[in-house]
């Protein structure tokens, strides 16, 4: 009875306190008093209406979060079985396939030396035995050009030489040391003919790229013919491969036909207003390849250049930054903009790409000039810079194009900021030694490796697959290798 008392102890209170007061009422003011009964019944009726009210939502807010919470639990239970229920993949196993391909790669390397070692020696042996044949010979003739140095998959196929294994020892010292200028002339004993002149190495026509109808061109990209393609970065002298590119390529006129490059649609894309879809559909790709190899466990990169123009859609970098948070293996992706665009950045550009710091990399590419500042690319995050082996190696007359500092000493003084070089356009085989004597670190082109697709099967790989590795570089000749050696 205490506690019960005690409860509605307030409401015995008044309710005595209005039997007092107005029980003489009732007998002397009857109708007054009856009115003030009814007026405070209604005040106590809204009251209890009022806290009926606030019971009710609190009790909806309370089921409402109860049922949160158990969407939640179950969510999570649902995680935790699917977890359970699926393989996990052993270390052990993905680390000795990583040292099988590595072991794989480096006796396809080794094996390829040997070839070019052999056609190299046979063909020097056929030449020194041409040489000293005795014949007679024009004075115009009296000299042999020595042949330019060229890739392993040009070099011709001459017979062995019966005593080349034999003499292999002596004969290394006598392949002539290619001067800088990578010529050499073999002078005939005789005092009275005179050398002719070298003549200089031919250069291939370009070819010229046909015009593309722009609705043929919006119609490819509407469909299915946009592909991503990679071509590696390798090391400078090992040739060992670090990262890849991903590059956009457009199939216009069926699966027969070459894809085209980029200078080819992109002006089109851009006139439609369609590049911030075309990076929306390359960074979708690129980060299915690059959540392939953080499952290899392979360290290596993989880097796209963005479109200037995706700078101003907020939408983009936006989603990006999105991802790249959910996505913890999307820290080997670096998204790469050219020198303008780095140097033209305002505060909402800079407070779009802020959340992007720390969590994928930065990279400047398609520089006017050589006027890098370490300080400003590293507090932009920037950590790595492509160049033109172009500019680099054949700067010009051109003084506004060069830095206050030596072409060779770019790539330390950026090295020492954490800013690694990366060469690109190397075509030549002839340029990565100067590449070498210059200090840059990295390098890219066709002279490693061309750009192949990534299949299709690949991008549609679930995640318990292995994806396809991407392609390799090619070998270099073992003329490289003694031109560097000497």
């Excluded at 056929?126 to 042999?144: D, G, M, N, V, Y």
């Excluded at 042949?147 to 062995?160: G, K, N, Q």
């Excluded at 004969?171 to 001067?179: E, F, K």
């Excluded at 790539?411 to 030549?428: E, N, S």
């Amino acid at each position: 009875m205490v506690p019960v008392l005690g409860r509605y102890a307030g409401l015995l209170t008044v309710g005595l306190l209005g039997l007092v007061v107005f029980g003489p009422f009732a007998v002397f003011l009857p109708l007054w008093s009856a009115l003030t009964l009814g007026a405070a019944a209604a005040a106590a009726g809204s009251l209890a209406l009022t806290r009926i009210a606030t019971l009710k939502a609190r009790c909806e807010k309370l089921s409402g979060e109860v049922d949160l919470l158990s969407r939640r639990l179950l969510k999570v239970e649902t995680a935790a079985a699917a977890a359970a229920a699926q393989p996990r993949p052993e270390v052990a196993e993905a680390t000795l396939r990583a040292q099988i391909e590595e072991l794989t790669v480096e006796f396809g390397l080794l094996s390829g030396i040997v070839r070019d070692l052999t056609t190299v020696v046979s063909n020097q042996d056929s030449e020194i035995a041409s040489l000293k044949a005795p014949r007679e010979i024009a004075p115009a003739q009296a000299l042999r050009h020595q042949p330019d140095p060229m890739p392993a998959a040009d070099l011709p196929e001459a017979p062995a030489h019966p005593q080349a294994p034999a003499a292999l020892p002596e004969r290394i010292p006598s392949v002539p040391q290619p001067a800088a200028t990578d010529r050499q002339t073999v002078r005939d004993p005789a005092p009275s003919i005179s050398p002719r002149p070298i003549p200089p190495r031919p250069i291939p026509p370009r070819l010229t790229a046909t015009p593309l109808d722009d609705a043929a061109i919006i119609a490819a990209f509407e469909g299915e013919g946009l592909e991503i393609h990679l071509q590696p970065v390798v090391t400078l002298p090992q040739r060992k491969v670090v990262a890849y590119e991903a590059l956009a390529r457009l199939r216009i006129g069926g699966p027969g036909t070459p894809p085209a490059e980029p200078d080819a649609f992109l002006p089109v894309l851009e006139r439609y207003g369609r590049t911030t879809e075309l990076d929306r559909r390359m960074l979708q790709r690129a980060s299915i390849v690059a959540r392939h190899l953080a499952r290899r466990g392979s360290e290596t990169l993989l880097t796209y250049s963005l479109s200037p123009l995706s700078l101003f859609e907020p939408g983009l970098l936006r989603e990006l930054a999105r991802t790249a948070a959910d996505d913890p293996a999307l820290a080997g992706l670096t998204i790469a903009l050219p020198q303008e665009s780095w140097r033209r950045l305002d505060a909402g550009q800079r407070g779009l790409l802020a959340p992007l710091q720390g969590r994928i990399g930065f990279s400047l590419d398609r520089p006017d000039d050589l006027r890098f500042e370490a300080a400003e690319l590293a507090a932009l995050g920037i950590g790595q810079v492509k160049v033109p082996a172009e500019m680099l190696l054949r700067p010009g007359a051109n003084r506004g194009r060069l830095s206050d500092i030596a072409i060779e000493d770019t790539a330390p003084a950026l090295g020492r900021a954490g800013i690694r070089v990366v060469a690109t356009g190397v075509a030549d085989e002839a340029d990565v030694p100067d590449l070498i004597d210059l200090d840059v670190p990295f390098a890219q082109g066709t002279a490693f490796a061309a750009p192949r697709p990534v299949r299709a099967e690949v991008l549609a790989t679930p995640p318990s697959e292995e994806p396809t590795p991407p392609p390799e570089p090619e070998r270099r000749p073992f003329r490289s290798v003694l031109r560097r050696a000497v």
